[in-house]
């Protein structure tokens, strides 16, 4: 079956420091990576959404200069949080698909705390 | 601006009685429509989608859902829920436009023994 991990799970930094977080995929080609950020008492916001030989497409209000992406391969993503800041705590999650389907994966996702 | 609306913030059930989650969007054209779950303090898991074809589509661990273009609508249900459904549940749209899913706030759901 399709599985993601994601790791770190649990990861503390302190303020203006940066963190890394990273996703792989298991059983299935990730074609595509979503990462979703949950922050407390909110729902789930897409960060970015990379796609294998494509250009990476951020959201509103997420930027490469914040949240780099790398996604050099079909099992492989990672993200870093730069200089985070109280505001950029929360549950990230990475979400991976293959190519032409439409149903995300997710990881367990990697919850950032900022000191 | 496209939305997933979860109308309910917490539900509370218990044990063997069924349950139903409502969801609403408001998109249009052709929609790919899925539920989560999301047990406490960890990541989703898929449980459903639906796409095209039979409105009603079975999941995981007993959940169906029925989607209703009418009502622009996507319910999950279940007939008899265990202690173990207890978790926060994410209605998730996409149209063919969207990047990416949009999520709804989610609905807490409390299954008592």
């Known amino acids: 079956g399709a599985l993601v991990y994601q790791y770190p799970r649990r990861t503390i930094c302190k303020s203006g420091t940066s963190m890394r977080m990273e996703c792989q995929a298991v059983g299935f080609q990730a074609t595509s990576v979503a990462w979703y950020r949950q922050s407390p008492q909110k729902t789930f916001e897409l960060i970015a959404l990379?796609?294998?030989?494509?250009?990476?497409?951020?959201e509103q209000n997420f930027t490469q200069e914040k949240f780099p992406i790398s996604h050099p391969n079909l099992s492989f993503s990672s993200m870093t949080v730069l200089n985070a800041y109280l505001e950029d705590r929360g549950l990230y999650l990475c979400g991976a698909k293959g190519l032409g389907a439409e149903t995300l994966y997710f990881g367990s996702g990697t919850r950032l705390t900022v000191l | 601006t496209q939305t997933v609306s979860q109308s309910d913030a917490h539900v509370t059930v218990f044990e063997g009685d069924s349950v139903e989650l409502r969801c609403n969007y408001s998109y249009g054209g052709s929609i790919y429509l899925s539920w989560y779950i999301q047990h406490h303090g960890r990541g989703l898991q898929f449980l459903l989608k639906y796409y095209s074809g039979n409105p009603v589509v079975q999941g995981v661990n007993g959940f169906e859902a029925e989607f209703s273009k009418s009502d622009s609508s996507f319910h999950l249900r279940k007939a008899s829920v265990h202690w173990s459904d207890s978790a926060v549940y994410f209605c998730a749209a996409k149209n063919n436009y969207a990047q990416g899913l949009t999520f709804g706030l989610g609905t807490r759901v409390s299954v008592f023994p």
């Open positions: 990379s796609t294998v030989n494509s250009a990476i497409k951020y």
